[in-house]
């Protein structure tokens, strides 16, 4: 099966269920090499509206990066064309991808850290899904490669949690320069890590071995059975045991906190539908106001973002007290394929492609980041597109500044 084969099975899947799966950066790889439904082939976009006049300014975005960071401010003129993102500071790398010496970030959002995903083979019958992973440094001012397998940047951008290759007993704390870590012993071996969304715990998903192996192209044979609550500070943990996950969509298992830190949640199952679970492992309800896109509600709590079934609006915006949805529609040459994180109240960053006549996304495709204004009028580029078909793909990980 051909990355092309891939991508034309998930589009004719998709224009039949009119929903986009989150997380779609990084999953190319692993659909293309284990050939199983639960992991999704990305697609890939271009947005072709312009940018307005940059220029450099320094401190201009609060918080995250140091003051001298250089923050591209874009400063839309009263005859900016439409399209254009007018008085809008945001920190951009539109020619490159994945960034490489600016921080990518907007208002209240910044991807410090992204991981590259490449498929390496072991033996004859045995290959590995890996991931490299990069941190922005505010020191040298740039994205740099870590050693770590698996991290995961606190609220705030202050705190970095680190993971050893499978198997290690501990996890580690640092802050993006990496430069000391402080080891907490553990009686588990994890193989995920995230902060809570008040930064004060750390969630481990344990598995009985490494969910990033391949055997014999039949997909990870590995197992969750059961999930680390640490307190970083004192050192105190908790092993919850878990019945074992029979999904075999070995990363899909790894388990993440609700946007109130009150319950977890997994993707086990296609379309990227949710389970979830209480604090001691047990099914709990789906909280309200819930959503599969990854931005999930905005920062004043009063919009969602979610999918939308018109043909040439795949995304939209739910104004959570009355419903209503507002669709970002293709328009300029672009369409809004995930909404990956709120920037403020108004607006989103999100992956966007290339879009075809009245087809939709061009086949096979190219994607970049963007921030969108929430009806979808506003464009600016973040990075520049990522290839169509490639060998190793990137994906980016959002963390509130």
């Known amino acids: 099966m051909t990355v092309e084969d891939v991508l034309k099975e998930v589009l004719r899947e998709w224009s039949e269920e009119s929903k986009i799966p989150p997380d779609l950066a990084g999953r190319a790889i692993r659909r293309r090499s284990r050939r199983r439904?639960?992991?999704?082939?990305?697609?890939?976009g271009a947005v072709a509206a312009a940018v307005a006049a940059a220029v450099v300014v320094t401190g201009a975005l609060a918080g995250g990066g140091s003051p001298s960071d250089p923050v591209t401010v874009v400063a839309g003129q009263p005859s900016a064309s439409p399209g254009q993102v007018r008085d809008l500071a945001v920190s951009a790398d539109p020619d490159v991808e994945p960034p490489e010496g600016r921080l990518i970030a907007a208002q209240g959002v910044a991807m410090f850290a992204y991981d590259v995903t490449s498929l390496r083979k072991v033996t004859a019958g045995r290959t590995e899904v890996r991931s490299t992973w990069y941190l922005y440094d505010d020191a040298r001012g740039r994205y740099r490669k870590t050693a770590w397998t698996y991290l995961d940047v606190a609220p705030g951008g202050g705190q970095v949690a680190v993971l050893e290759k499978f198997g290690a007993r501990r996890v580690g704390v640092t802050d993006r320069s990496g430069s000391s870590v402080r080891w907490l012993d553990l009686d588990q071996r994890p193989s995920a890590v995230k902060w809570s969304p008040d930064g004060e715990r750390l969630l481990l998903t344990v598995y009985d071995s490494d969910p990033d192996a391949d055997d014999s192209?039949?997909?990870s044979t590995a197992r969750r059975t059961g999930f680390v609550l640490l307190d970083p500070e004192t050192g105190e943990s908790r092993f919850v045991p878990m019945?074992?996950?029979?999904?075999?969509h070995g990363r899909g298992a790894d388990l993440h906190w609700s946007a109130d830190g009150t319950v977890l949640w997994d993707i086990t199952g296609f379309e990227s539908e949710r389970t979830y679970f209480d604090l001691q492992g047990r099914s709990a309800a789906k909280p309200k106001h819930t959503t599969n896109q990854p931005a999930g509600r905005s920062p004043d709590g009063h919009r969602l973002a979610v999918n939308a079934s018109e043909d040439r609006a795949w995304t939209g915006v739910q104004d959570i007290p009355t419903g209503k949805v507002t669709p970002i529609r293709a328009a300029k040459g672009h369409m809004v394929i995930e909404l990956s994180a709120w920037a403020d109240n108004d607006h989103l960053v999100a992956w966007a492609c290339e879009i075809d006549g009245p087809t939709g996304c061009e086949e096979p495709s190219r994607s970049r980041l963007v921030l969108v204004s929430t009806d979808g009028t506003t464009v600016q580029p973040l990075?520049?597109?990522?290839?169509?078909?490639?060998?190793?793909?990137?994906?980016p990980h959002f963390t509130p500044r």
Do not use: C, I, N
């Open 37 to 44: 439904r639960g992991t999704v082939m990305a697609l890939a």
């Open 217 to 219: 192209g039949k997909g």
């Open 243 to 248: 019945s074992a996950d029979t999904s075999g």
């Open 383 to 395: 990075t520049d597109y990522r290839e169509a078909e490639p060998t190793e793909t990137w994906t």
